[in-house]
């Protein structure tokens, strides 16, 4: 299937589009529930002001990406690394340094 120079709305259910390619295609305003984008790759994307809610991302992998202003909350963050550190460590070394300085 080819959809090419489109500007319709596509409404997509209960179906398998596996193994397909998105270039240079404005996704902005859509809506994803109950999707999986397992081995999925992502590049060149602008996720600006994107929310993602309820979501498994265990394994991913996110290089050379700008995550100013990012927010993350309510996740588990067991083996999470942030430039080889790891989130747990950070954590830790953040309460010690919050009650040794008695903010």
Same mark, same amino acid.
Do not use: C, W
């Given at each position: ?37 397992? /081995? ?16 498994? =991302? ?11 202003? =990012?927010?993350?909350?309510? /996740? ?15 954590? !830790?070394?953040? !309460? ?8």
């Amino acid at each position: 299937m080819e959809i090419h120079d489109k500007r319709d709305v596509l409404d997509v259910k209960n179906a398998s589009v596996a193994n397909s390619r998105f270039d240079d295609v404005n996704l902005s305003n859509t809506h994803f529930r109950n999707v999986n984008l397992a /081995a999925a790759a992502f590049e060149q994307v602008l996720l600006s002001n994107a929310r993602v809610a309820d979501a498994n =991302v265990s394994g991913a992998l996110f290089s050379n990406v700008n995550m100013s202003n =990012v927010k993350i909350e309510d /996740a588990q963050v067991a083996g999470m690394t942030i430039n080889g550190v790891a989130v747990r460590d950070l954590f !830790e070394a953040y !309460e010690t340094a919050k009650s040794v300085g008695g903010n």
